[in-house]
Nanobody, 115 residues
Framework: QVQFVESGGGLVQPGGSLRLSCVAS????????MTWHRQAPGKEREMVAT????????NYAEPVKGRFTISRDNAKNTVYLEMNNLKPEDTAVYYCRRVGLPNYWGQGTQVTVSS
């Protein structure tokens, strides 16, 4: 059974940092590309960052380029999202997902950026 468990969210002031984690199970993790997505209130879910199976290649949405870093630890079946210089517009529920499995989502982790 495919599962994703996201954690690490919270309330942070503008300019602050958070590190999100997502533990995956139910498939061969080190064969899979992974993505982070987010959904803000009243908005559609959007892709934030992607990483290939080996971790050598990454891609980011324009709003987060230079501030967010995606990485992975295949020994721990975990993908991370390091978020720096956070802005109020980064407020959203953040989800991870496996590339090629569009219908499987975890519960997400809430990130709130506010002073």
């Amino acid at each position: 059974q495919v599962q994703f468990v996201e954690s690490g969210g919270g309330l942070v002031q503008p300019g602050g940092s958070l590190r999100l984690s997502c533990v995956a199970s139910g498939f061969i993790f080190n064969n899979a590309g992974m993505t982070w997505h987010r959904q803000a209130p009243g908005k559609e879910r959007e892709m934030v960052a992607t990483i290939n199976s080996g971790g050598e290649f990454t891609n980011y949405a324009e709003p987060v380029k230079g501030r967010f870093t995606i990485s992975r630890d295949n020994a721990k079946n975990t993908v991370y999202l390091e978020m720096n210089n956070l802005k109020p517009e980064d407020t959203a529920v953040y989800y991870c997902r496996r590339v090629g499995l569009p219908n499987y989502w975890g519960q997400g982790t809430q990130v709130t950026v506010s002073s």
